[in-house]
């Protein structure tokens, strides 16, 4: 009965923080703040990378050859924080959430004040950059288009966008020689 007590609550903290149905889907600008708080960044580029699309996209690569819509397979049921709650968000909607968090790293990436892992400004100013962090957004789109489908066909058709994407701003920015500074050309 405790577990039962445990998922309800968390089911009901998550519902509400998130606005209940169709919460952040109207399309219209969020409105300012409360409380004086303001948008300033807490990780390096780097960083935020390794925490969000990377994980994000593998989960996306990982839908061409393991059906998200198939049968879950029992876990060990270790007790631990990730197998506790694997079973919350899973099959395509896990997807479908891999693909807009590329889009939303996009609007992370654009913060003024973030660093790159030398402690160098994240290049905001330079034209490829920023249409680096447009096909990201637009990656994201098109991944998440493919995972609503629920089609693996679509899936693997949209991965080379995604691997585009990413391509695009590690050739210039991360992928230096070692020794180089990464993230300024």
């Not at 098109?142 to 089609?151: G, N």
């Not at 210039?172 to 993230?183: A, H, I, L, S």
């Amino acid at each position: 009965m405790k577990n039962v007590r445990w998922w309800v609550m968390v089911g009901a903290v998550s519902w509400a923080a998130c606005g209940g149905p169709g919460a952040g889907t109207t399309g219209t600008p969020a409105p300012a703040a409360a409380g004086g708080l303001t948008q300033k960044p807490y990780a390096s580029l780097a960083q935020v990378m390794r925490a969000l699309p990377f994980t994000s996209a593998n989960i996306i690569f990982d839908a061409q050859s393991n059906d998200p819509g198939a049968p879950a397979k029992e876990g060990s049921g270790d007790g631990s924080a990730t197998s506790r709650f694997s079973s919350i968000y899973k099959g395509w909607p896990l997807v479908e959430q891999s693909a807009l968090a590329l889009s939303e790293t996009a609007n992370l990436m654009l913060i003024p004040g973030r660093l790159c892992e030398n402690g160098k400004p994240v290049p905001l100013d330079r034209e490829d950059f920023r249409k680096g962090i447009e096909g990201l957004i637009e990656a994201g789109k098109a991944a998440y288009a493919a995972a609503q489908s629920k089609s693996q066909d679509k899936v693997v058709e949209v991965t080379d966008k995604v691997t585009e994407a990413c391509a695009n701003c590690h050739m210039v920015y991360r992928d230096k020689p070692e020794g180089k500074e990464r993230c300024i050309p």
